[in-house]
């Protein structure tokens, strides 16, 4: 049996989003882990639940459940966007097999404001308190920024799987100089495991430019950039042979590791 996964999602969604990683990682004999994050699962009230959630929170409720589990081997982390850099953060706890970070959100220190990046949140941050309030894109903001190279026949149904994101997350990682409480920082130095980093060449969100500079950080990484696909690798067309790359670069890992446990 290989490793578990742990996959932790972004930025308006929740564990069900990984299903289509799920579907291909589970033949593959991975028993995989996708929790919700706090006030992520659908719910009437959901927005004002959600709206002042902080990456500590995220963080904390990762770490508890993650022990809840008693792996008996190190898990495998794979974060998308927003889960991305609460997977860094995990890494410094818990060390991991290995550490994979789909078009990942940049820790303290990297300014994630680039011109598209701001179109995406400009209706948001342009609200009065916006750090207190709850957040989801419109369709068409979804559809420019966010599903950019998925099939336009299956935009609505992602959209309407999507839920409202934390005000107060979403400040602490986009104005991160006036975050005292440091919620998105990252010690580089304690992530020991090796580390797999995907930008694409068409991603409004986290831009590959940004990207490059959170793969900068660690010592052991491999990049792969895909010049023409979007922020939505996690279910788009080249998913598929994006994780089949993963888990071949997984293998030597996997294998090394049993033979120094034996």
């Given at each position: 049996?290989?490793?578990?996964?742990?996959?932790?999602?972004?930025?308006?969604?929740?564990?069900?989003?990984?299903?289509?990683?799920?579907?291909?990682?589970?033949?593959?004999?991975?028993?995989?882990?996708?929790?919700?994050?706090p006030?992520?699962?659908?719910?009437?009230?959901?927005?004002?639940?959600?709206?002042?959630?902080?990456?500590?929170?995220?963080?904390q409720?990762?770490?508890?459940?993650i022990?809840?589990?008693?792996?008996?081997?190190?898990?495998?982390?794979i974060?998308?966007?927003?889960?991305?850099?609460?997977?860094?953060?995990l890494a410094?706890?818990?060390?991991?097999?290995?550490?994979v970070?789909?078009?990942?959100?940049?820790?303290?220190?990297?300014?994630?404001?680039?011109?598209?990046?701001?179109?995406?949140?400009?209706?948001?941050?342009?609200?009065?308190?916006?750090?207190r309030?709850p957040?989801?894109?419109?369709?068409?903001?979804?559809?420019?920024?966010?599903?950019?190279?998925?099939?336009?026949?299956?935009?609505?149904?992602?959209?309407?799987?999507?839920?409202?994101?934390?005000?107060?997350?979403?400040?602490?990682?986009?104005?991160?100089?006036?975050?005292?409480?440091?919620?998105?920082?990252?010690?580089?130095?304690?992530?020991?495991?090796?580390?797999?980093?995907?930008?694409?060449?068409?991603?409004?969100?986290?831009?590959?430019?940004?990207?490059?500079k959170?793969?900068?950080?660690?010592?052991?990484?491999?990049?792969?950039?895909?010049?023409?696909?979007?922020?939505?690798?996690?279910?788009?067309?080249?998913?598929?042979?994006?994780?089949h790359?993963?888990?071949?670069?997984?293998?030597?890992?996997?294998?090394?590791?049993?033979?120094?446990?034996?």
């Open positions: 049996m290989s490793h578990p996964v742990v996959l932790v999602h972004g930025m308006w969604c929740t564990g069900a989003s990984w299903k289509r990683v799920v579907d291909i990682l589970a033949p593959r004999g991975y028993s995989c882990f996708a929790p919700s994050l006030a992520h699962d659908d719910a009437t009230d959901q927005p004002l639940q959600v709206r002042r959630k902080s990456l500590r929170d995220y963080l409720f990762l770490e508890e459940a022990a809840a589990r008693h792996f008996d081997k190190p898990p495998i982390l974060g998308h966007s927003m889960g991305g850099l609460l997977a860094q953060q410094t706890r818990i060390d991991p097999l290995a550490l970070l789909l078009t990942p959100a940049p820790p303290r220190g990297i300014n994630p404001l680039t011109p598209s990046v701001v179109g995406a949140f400009a209706p948001w941050m342009f609200s009065g308190l916006f750090w309030n957040h989801k894109p419109s369709f068409a903001h979804a559809q420019r920024y966010a599903f950019n190279n998925v099939p336009v026949d299956r935009h609505r149904a992602l959209y309407e799987s999507m839920v409202h994101e934390s005000g107060c997350a979403s400040f602490e990682i986009g104005m991160w100089p006036l975050d005292f409480s440091r919620a998105s920082a990252v010690e580089a130095a304690k992530v020991r495991c090796p580390v797999y980093v995907v930008s694409c060449g068409k991603d409004r969100l986290t831009p590959a430019s940004v990207v490059r959170v793969a900068k950080r660690y010592a052991h990484v491999t990049q792969r950039h895909y010049a023409e696909r979007g922020h939505w690798v996690i279910d788009d067309e080249e998913t598929e042979e994006m994780m790359a993963i888990c071949g670069w997984l293998r030597p890992l996997e294998h090394r590791h049993e033979r120094t446990a034996r």
